[in-house]
């Protein structure tokens, strides 16, 4: 057997079900033995397709997935979904094949790109060494919650592996999960015994029901308000407590409250810049806790008062068991806050100014009607651009697996391979994209790749002929903006050319179809194009420019 199908094989036997990429000749092999083995393999039309889809694939089912790449340009292709992976800690094996030879137009250093966008790089080194080589790659993905990328030079992938040596192939075993000290756990309890107004703030690092349930419980304990960052966003859909994301998509009444807050205890959550709005929802006497089970991470964002090194859920509960079993307190959870939560908590219950004209929607029109319309079993892949905080904050998701945010490295193009990736990951869900126009044709090739697979998919594009971040921020000044409008594109046109069902949106009315659509047998995808009004910047626009 050759190193290339050892590998294949032996990442399967470590736990990946499912790879993607765009086979060439220095990958055929490798990805032929990963199918021979049992794995799923899912064929994008571009590298940097496949990559974000592994990504979302990896969130949203909690596995570790691979992206195989050709040498050299499939791996350069690849580079930006590489790079949000590697910013979003996802586990993921990036299976890139390498020339040796210094003289072939496939040649870069391919260690290096790595190391540049934040992966981790290594190598399969020889034929003895192959299939450790790459169980160990998948052990670091998951330990270490971090991207890999796994070089397989060519001369040594066509090389023999020694007799039984895939008898050494294993899964790896769980991560561990970090047990706090119990002086970590005294001074959490003394300052939350101290707290009237406490808010607890959860992300990525809570995204598990146990996690949830028992940041839950302390909460109901200690009378907190509920919120998480966006990547954590549906945490805790349902608790009457919960005021949905904190940060720049905050609805007005949740900065209040948050701003309110004397203490804020970030559970799993980096507290950064977008989460804490550069700071402003931390109130000038307001005490920050950050629980992490990395020390590292602890006050990288922002000061904190206290860093407790543990597991969210475990760390949540260390906390009840040093209560006593002393009575709740009511805290922040008075009549009258539950009540406005319950009236003027989401965002589409702030009233507003419909703009929308004859020829274009308002974006907050179109989104609520569309929460509406769309089946509440959802999953959400989200785009970036100046649309973006009308699908991530107007459509509700069931739970924390409801939205793939896809956001870290704030590239526009990624979210329709998002939506697939999580598509794919959640199967009994609808998936939704939900895309700018620049966006929606940077990516539309996978377009194919939807319908390719049979996916009852809904792409939104959120349509205003122009990068619209870059429209509201230049435009005030004065400044022209040739550059970043362009003209009329029918964009339903090219989902019809993909064999997707398409309707042009322009004012409610239209939205019937989508209606017909939901109600019928969705053979086949359904891509709206929805001609928004574009005549002012969305509320989070001017602080996102702020972060750059």
């Given at each position: ?34 199918l ?33 790449v050709?040498q ?50 290594a ?27 796994l ?24 991560r ?11 001074a ?7 707290a ?33 960052s ?22 007005p ?69 040093g ?35 004859r ?33 991530s ?12 945010f ?113 109600a ?29």
């Amino acid at each position: 057997m050759k190193v290339a199908e050892a590998v294949g094989r032996a990442l399967v036997v470590a736990g990946v079900e499912r790879v993607f990429g765009v086979v060439g000749s220095g990958n055929f092999h490798l990805t032929n033995g990963m199918l021979a083995a049992g794995a799923r393999f899912v064929a994008a039309r571009h590298e940097g397709g496949a990559a974000t889809m592994a990504d979302a694939y990896a969130r949203m089912s909690g596995t570790v997935a691979a992206l195989t790449v050709h040498q050299g340009p499939g791996l350069t292709n690849a580079l930006t979904g590489i790079t949000e992976a590697a910013k979003s800690r996802t586990p993921l094996v990036v299976l890139a094949a390498e020339v040796t030879e210094p003289r072939s137009n496939f040649h870069i250093d391919q260690e290096a790109l790595a190391h540049a966008v934040g992966a981790l790089s290594a190598r399969v080194t020889s034929p003895e060494d192959a299939v450790e080589e790459a169980c160990a790659a998948v052990r670091r993905a998951l330990h270490e919650r971090r991207t890999v990328l796994l070089n397989l030079p060519l001369p040594v992938q066509a090389l023999d592996v020694p007799d039984g040596a895939l008898d050494l192939a294993a899964p790896p075993a769980a991560r561990a999960a970090v047990e706090p000290t119990a002086a970590d756990t005294a001074a959490l309890v003394e300052v939350l015994e101290g707290a009237r107004r406490p808010v607890f703030v959860a992300g990525r690092g809570a995204r598990t029901p146990g996690g949830r349930d028992a940041v839950a419980e302390l909460a109901q304990h200690y009378g907190a308000l509920l919120a998480t960052s966006a990547v954590a966003r549906g945490l805790f859909h349902g608790n009457p407590w919960s005021l949905d994301v904190s940060g720049g998509f905050s609805s007005p009444l949740a900065a209040e409250l948050i701003q309110g807050a004397d203490l804020i205890v970030g559970w799993g959550c980096a507290l950064n810049m977008w989460t804490m709005r550069h700071g402003s929802l931390i109130g000038a006497d307001t005490t920050v806790v950050q629980v992490d089970d990395e020390a590292s991470a602890l006050g990288t964002h922002r000061d904190v008062q206290l860093g407790v090194t543990g597991d969210v859920e475990l760390t949540a509960q260390r906390v009840l068991d040093g209560t006593g079993g002393g009575g709740r307190r009511q805290g922040y959870r008075t009549a009258d806050i539950r009540t406005a939560i319950a009236a003027r908590g989401r965002w589409r219950d702030v009233p507003y100014d419909d703009t929308s004209t004859r020829e274009r929607i308002d974006p907050r029109t179109l989104s609520i009607a569309l929460d509406d319309v769309l089946p509440v079993e959802r999953v959400i892949g989200v785009d970036s651009g100046n649309f973006m905080g009308y699908p991530s904050m107007y459509l509700s998701v069931p739970d924390h697996n409801g939205l793939c945010f896809t956001q870290a490295f704030q590239s526009i193009g990624l979210g329709l391979a998002t939506a697939i990736g999580a598509a794919l990951a959640r199967p009994d869900r609808l998936p939704v994209a939900a895309l700018g126009d620049g966006g929606a044709l940077m990516s539309a090739v996978e377009l194919d790749t939807v319908r390719r697979l049979g996916l009852p998919m809904v792409v939104v594009v959120y349509d205003d002929e122009a990068y619209g971040a870059e429209v509201h921020h230049f435009g005030p000044g004065g400044y022209p903006l040739d550059t970043v409008e362009f003209p009329p594109t029918d964009i339903a046109a090219v989902g019809r050319g993909y064999g997707f069902e398409a309707v042009t949106v322009r004012t409610s009315a239209d939205l019937k179809a989508v209606e017909d659509w939901v109600a019928g047998p969705r053979s086949a995808p359904l891509l709206i194009d929805a001609k928004v009004v574009g005549d002012r910047g969305a509320w989070w626009l001017e602080e996102a420019f702020r972060g750059h």
